[in-house]
């Protein structure tokens, strides 16, 4: 059976002191429990937040227009070219 994220998340916090104090080792653990590829914690540290990444790809796309043409929205999602203000 496939645990949603907040029970997940939340199991974490409960069992592990430090997924509360370090949000990073929460979200390695939490990947850790999706996955079974190994990535060393020090090499983890050296990624960029998940958040981080789907930022630089909204700005990328919708504060600078680019790959517009090439996107294709997920399923319920919608996407309006910004309107410039003249």
């Known amino acids: 059976m ?3 994220l ?3 998340v939340e199991r974490l916090l409960k069992s592990d002191k430090r997924c ?4 990073k080792w929460l979200t ?7 996955t079974k ?4 914690f020090q ?3 050296k990624m960029p937040s998940f958040e981080s990444v789907a930022r ?11 790959f517009n043409d090439e996107f294709i929205p997920e399923e319920g999602v919608t ?3 910004p309107v410039e203000n003249k």
Do not use: A, H, S, W
């Open 20 to 23: 509360r104090t370090d949000t």
């Open 56 to 66: 630089c790809k909204r700005d990328l796309m919708n504060k600078e227009g680019k």
């Open 37 to 40: 590829i190994f990535i060393p």
């Open 43 to 45: 090499d983890f540290l």
């Open 2 to 4: 496939e645990r949603k």
């Open 28 to 34: 390695y653990r939490t990947m850790r429990f999706y």
């Open 79 to 81: 996407f309006q070219k």
């Open 6 to 8: 907040i029970e997940v």
